[in-house]
């Protein structure tokens, strides 16, 4: 590889985004941010809107930039958070803004789609999607309901990423990955499955055609053109959804590896050629989501680092704010005094995160846990407990032997609780890229280009582009005690 090629990524997430540009040159790709900006909500009329014009503005803001600069780019990539959608008129014009994943609209919407359409059971069958109430199926439950009259006149409705993509091009599409978070696609017929949009009384035709990453959808309008200054640059279809993305982008040698995606939430899963779907990952609420190149993520949602955040924000000025030495004094601490299964829900939107802590550690009856110190360390030997269980999980169900976990996002800089997680699940660790989305976006791109073969050669230039850290399991015998403890205190609060 001689010629450098410039690609464009939208990387959105659900309080922010930015615009980045990837450079492929000799075997690496290197990343350079153009842009970052906020993702405001818009709360008005007792709902919850994303403002996709501003996005829009984003867009073209970062796109004029690189064309100021005389980048040459090749094409242009857009990934976002799952579920969302936007309703779009016949004469081509958005039916509103849309709406958010937080609007309350859904709440107990999930429930009385079981019990008046399709039962959760057939559901689950259907999709092998875990039920979230905010998941696109009951989104659109409610929004029938409630005669939205958005969806009312609504000629097509485009998942948020193909939304933004039809804005710079005007062709309409669905792609696959983000349709997959919707609990409408059938992982085995690859399409929205029939019986669930008869269900909401929505025909097929309502979206856009099916396509995989790497599909070219167009190339900008001629308007967009001219506002940017750039030429008819193409629109890629990558791994519309952020989390596929990321997974793309595991630096992983071969199939045999599973994945951590931490941050403020942590994603654990593996990659195979065809959906789980049976009685245990049913009541184990795991996901099979859509990936590259025809695998399905098969993955369960784990509470992440948003424990810790929470209670960071509440300590103030009484804590340290520097993390690394937060992370020392907590080391201090006696290990495994307290521990907390972190999915509980007393821990899903508590008032106050260190109060809810402490409760749940006096109901088990153990150690009540004081200063940041002790809450600190209760919340990472907890978080590594977990992820040993979901990860016993993974690998009672995975149709291969599983040697490495890959941590990438955010919390792959966290040495501490690295090492935790290696001692916990007892297999290496590997961690790093932490821009794993905007790196997968980019070289999905590089694919579509011609630049780059399949996604083991993706992996491989990601591979060495990067520095990964290794981390081995260590203290075995004192990690096995703590999860049969971590196992007793589970149990002894699901009896409460």
């Known amino acids: 590889m001689i010629n450098s090629k410039c690609f464009f990524a939208v990387d959105l997430g659900a309080t922010s985004g930015r615009t980045v ?3 492929l040159s000799n075997g690496k790709v290197e990343l350079e941010e153009i842009t970052r900006f906020p993702n ?8 919850f809107y994303w403002d996709i014009y501003a996005l829009y503005f984003e867009i073209i803001k970062g796109l004029k930039i690189v064309a100021g600069r005389n980048m040459d780019i090749a094409s242009i990539g857009i990934d976002t958070w799952g579920v969302d959608f936007v309703c779009i008129g016949d004469d081509g014009a958005l039916l509103r803004n849309p709406l958010s994943y937080r609007d309350p609209h859904t709440f107990g919407a999930m429930e009385e789609y079981f019990s008046k359409k399709v039962s959760k059971e057939k559901v689950y069958n259907a999709t092998g999607i875990q039920f979230m109430n905010f998941n696109s199926l009951f989104q659109l439950y409610a929004m029938k309901r409630d005669g939205n009259s958005a969806l009312k006149n609504a000629d097509k409705i485009l998942f948020m990423p193909d939304a933004l993509s039809w804005m710079l091009t005007g062709e309409a599409v669905c792609e696959y990955t983000i349709a997959s978070t919707s609990q409408m696609l059938n992982p085995v017929t ?3 499955d029939g019986m669930l949009l008869d269900s909401i009384e929505l ?3 309502k979206f856009g055609k099916m396509v995989v990453p790497g599909y070219k959808i167009g190339v900008l309008t001629e308007e967009v053109q001219k506002m940017t200054g750039l030429g008819a640059v193409p629109v890629i279809a990558v791994a519309g959804h952020d989390t596929a993305s990321a997974v ?10 599973a994945y951590l995606s931490s941050g403020t939430w942590s994603l654990m899963g593996i990659e195979t050629k065809d959906a789980i779907i049976n009685g245990e990952s049913y009541d184990k609420n ?3 989501e859509g990936g590259v190149e025809g695998t399905t993520r098969f993955l369960k ?3 992440g680092m948003w424990l810790l955040e929470r209670c960071r924000k509440e300590w103030g000025s009484s804590a340290p704010s520097d993390y690394g030495t937060l992370i020392v004094d907590a080391m201090k601490a006696e290990p495994f005094a307290s521990i907390i299964n972190p999915d509980d829900e007393m821990f899903a939107n508590p008032d106050d995160m260190q109060a809810a802590i402490k409760q749940y550690c006096a109901v088990t009856g153990q150690h009540v846990p004081e200063g940041y110190a002790e809450i600190c360390r209760c919340i990472l030997d907890s978080l590594a407990l977990r992820y040993r269980q979901v990860f016993g999980y993974l690998k009672d169900m995975a149709p291969f032997s599983i040697d490495t976990l890959h941590i990438i996002g955010g919390g792959s800089r966290n040495d501490c609780l690295n090492q935790f997680t290696a001692n916990s699940t007892g297999v290496t660790v590997l961690a790093g890229p932490q821009e794993c989305t905007a790196l997968g976006n980019i070289m999905l791109q590089a694919k579509a280009a011609g630049e780059v073969n399949d996604i083991f050669d993706m992996r491989r230039i990601i591979a060495d582009s990067i520095s990964m ?3 081995e399991p260590k203290d075995k015998a004192e990690w096995d005690a703590a999860y049969d403890k971590y196992l007793a205190v589970v149990a002894s609060k699901e009896n409460k």
Do not use: Q, S
């Not at 405001?40 to 709902?47: R, S, V």
């Not at 793309?248 to 045999?256: I, W």
């Open 248 to 257: 793309a982008a595991v630096p992983a040698a071969n199939e045999k590896f």
């Open 203 to 205: 025909p097929r035709d």
């Open 40 to 47: 405001n909500l818009i709360e008005t009329g007792g709902h």
């Open 286 to 288: 795991f996901t099979n």
């Open 190 to 192: 690859k399409d929205l």
């Open 21 to 23: 540009v990837g450079t």
């Open 469 to 471: 850290k290794r981390f």
């Open 301 to 303: 949602n784990i509470c």
